[in-house]
């Protein structure tokens, strides 16, 4: 059972570079979030997507980034016109179609976001 | 004023110590406490999840949760060297509606545990 699965793991984009960022969540899990990590600070929620929808975006700076989950294929998480400020480690985490109450969100590895 | 804080330490105990881990949260509408381990250059793994205030204990590890005080602690026993990581502690408000699954993180403790 294969966990959350992003790539690339480590991605290099000059400054004014397109970057995009995929995101399959675990099999049979129908919410998606995605979540940044500067260094030396803890995770901040960007947004929350269940399939073709934005559900929650609070997180997400108001311009340059977007994010989608289509029908099929994985989630994109996609920063336009990147800038240094840019560098950091994005997670996505996924969870089950919630009952009874319970969140329980599991992560991938990341991928590291290099802009040079 | 930040949501949760935490300590960012580092924190570093011999072999066989007691850890304690603690956040504070400001956000009166959190509901659902947990703690995440990660490993250098890894993705946060779900270790405890609790629910309101109590006690909850798995294996060496018991999670407290004190709503009045809005204080939750992570208590380690007989630390090991594989639990060497950076521990961060998550919040939710519900698990219901449009914040549901969105989590607030603290800034995560370094822990190092020596042999």
């Known amino acids: 059972n294969a966990g959350v699965m992003q790539n690339p793991r480590h991605l290099v984009r000059r400054r004014g570079q397109e970057a995009r960022l995929r995101c399959s969540p675990m099999?049979?899990?129908?919410?998606v979030y995605w979540y940044r990590q500067l260094p030396e600070e803890g995770l901040k929620f960007m947004v929350y997507?269940?399939?073709?929808?934005?559900?929650?975006e609070s997180g997400m700076p108001k311009e340059r980034f977007s994010a989608e989950f289509p029908k099929e294929g994985p989630s994109i998480l996609r920063i336009q016109q990147v800038v240094r400020g840019d560098s950091a480690a994005y997670f996505c985490?996924?969870?089950?179609?919630?009952?009874?109450?319970?969140?329980?969100?599991?992560f991938g590895q990341g991928t590291r976001l290099t802009v040079v | 004023q930040k949501e949760v804080e935490q300590d960012p330490g580092p924190l570093s105990v011999p072999e066989g110590a007691i850890v304690s881990l603690n956040c504070t949260y400001s956000?009166?509408?959190?509901?659902?406490f947990m703690w995440y381990r990660q490993y250098s250059r890894k993705g946060p793994e779900l270790l405890m999840y609790?629910?309101?205030?109590g006690n909850k204990e798995d294996g060496r590890f018991t999670a407290q949760v004190d709503k009045s005080s809005k204080y939750i602690s992570l208590f380690i026993r007989d630390s090991q060297p594989s639990d060497s990581a950076t521990y961060l502690c998550?919040?939710?408000?519900?698990?219901?509606?449009?914040?549901?699954?969105?989590?607030?993180f603290g800034q995560g403790t370094i822990l190092t545990v020596h042999p």
């Open positions: 985490a996924s969870s089950p179609r919630q009952s009874g109450g319970r969140t329980e969100a599991f």
């Open positions: 099999k049979g899990h129908s919410h």
């Open positions: 997507l269940q399939k073709e929808n934005i559900i929650d």
């Open positions: 956000n009166s509408a959190f509901q659902y």
């Open positions: 609790t629910y309101s205030s």
């Open positions: 998550a919040m939710s408000a519900n698990a219901g509606g449009t914040s549901y699954g969105k989590l607030t």
